[in-house]
């Protein structure tokens, strides 16, 4: 869920900057923004959890610059801006319960660990 969002995070700045509606006709140089994006994609794929702690952080002004263009914009950037929100939200959810969940079961390894015998001491 996390890979599948950030792509979509990827490939919806692309075209939103490049094609469907870009701030100056042609395209913009706004299209860069997605470069700290690519950044993360092989942590996790890589199942890294240093890379799904930060990119929990870094979605937050990729958020921000969407909830400013949905309100700020009008006509087809707003409804792009409204799925960049909601794409963000999809990845800040899906990297905080991967984080959770990673935390969670190595609290049950550690505790498995302490509470069997150890049988390889004579």
């Not at 939103?16 to 996790?44: D, H, N, Y």
């Not at 909601?86 to 990673?102: E, G, I, K, T």
Request: net charge positive.
């Amino acid at each position: 869920m996390a890979v599948a969002s950030l792509v979509g995070l990827i490939v919806l700045g692309l075209a939103w900057e490049l094609w469907l509606a870009p701030l100056r006709e042609g395209g913009s140089w706004w299209a860069i923004k997605v470069i700290p994006l690519c950044f993360p994609l092989a942590g996790l794929l890589r199942n890294r959890m240093y890379t799904y702690r930060w990119v929990s952080l870094l979605v937050w002004l990729y958020f921000t610059e969407g909830v400013v263009r949905a309100y700020g914009d009008q006509g087809w950037s707003a409804a792009l801006a409204t799925g960049q929100v909601l794409l963000c939200l999809v990845l800040f959810v899906a990297c905080s319960l991967h984080v959770r969940l990673r935390f969670r079961d190595a609290a049950l390894i550690a505790q498995a660990q302490t509470a069997a015998p150890d049988h390889t001491q004579p």
